[in-house]
């Protein structure tokens, strides 16, 4: 079995964790892996419980693709994150209930808990928003990620990328978990925020934080 068929099954099985976790519905949502001169992800507009390994498209890193399915209308941002952010291998991108309710706020979620190391900084930015699919959108994500491992999208939903798809999915899922923590400080009152020196010792201590680091390359 060579490495890119092993490659399809892993995304086939994250992708039917998007739904799993709660991530993402129906056909929401796509995900991708860094491949050879380009990259793997799902196709346009199929449920994931019906992906095989060889439904998932391979695009390279100028858009072009062979393949009887279109790859997600989001290609776009894929491919510049791959271009643009070698630390990425892998990215997450999902409409899960809180942090697209923050999303449609447009509302970043701030340092108030520790975990917001898992973006990779002092908050998780949330990007202008654009049509999807566009490239004014990819534009958005990329400057909402310079310094990040994760953002939110504004009216959309939110992203997440990593040193491998397993990380990216972590990622993701501790972003929405962060997102319905502050929703609900939100309701109780003004969530007290860490300090810029707290984050900074936060942030060194998940620099060696095991396989999950929030730093791809530690």
Not at 118 to 140: F, K, M, N, P, W
Not at 189 to 201: N, R
């Amino acid at each position: 079995m060579n490495d890119q068929h092993t490659l399809r099954e892993e995304i086939v099985a994250q992708a039917r964790r998007l739904t799993i976790t709660g991530l993402s519905q129906g056909t929401s949502g796509n995900l991708s892996a860094r491949h050879a001169d380009g990259f793997l992800i799902t196709p346009s507009g199929m449920p994931y419980e019906a992906l095989t390994p060889a439904d998932i498209v391979q695009v390279d890193l100028l858009g072009r693709y062979a393949h009887r399915l279109r790859p997600s209308s989001e290609w776009r941002f894929h491919r510049d994150i791959y271009a643009a952010r070698p630390d990425a291998a892998a990215v997450v991108h999902a409409h899960p209930p809180y942090a697209t309710a923050l999303a449609m706020c447009r509302r970043s979620i701030p340092a108030a808990h520790y975990m917001i190391a898992v973006g990779g900084g002092d908050s998780i930015r949330c990007a202008d928003y654009h049509t999807y699919g566009t490239q004014e959108l990819s534009d958005a994500v990329l400057q909402a990620l310079d310094g990040r491992l994760a953002c939110l999208m504004a009216n959309h939903g939110m992203l997440a990328v990593g040193n491998s798809l397993a990380q990216a999915m972590w990622r993701a899922v501790e972003v929405e978990t962060l997102a319905r923590q502050y929703a609900l400080a939100l309701q109780i009152g003004t969530p007290a925020l860490l300090t810029d020196g707290e984050v900074t010792q936060v942030l060194q201590k998940f620099a060696t934080y095991g396989l999950m680091s929030p730093k791809p390359d530690a």
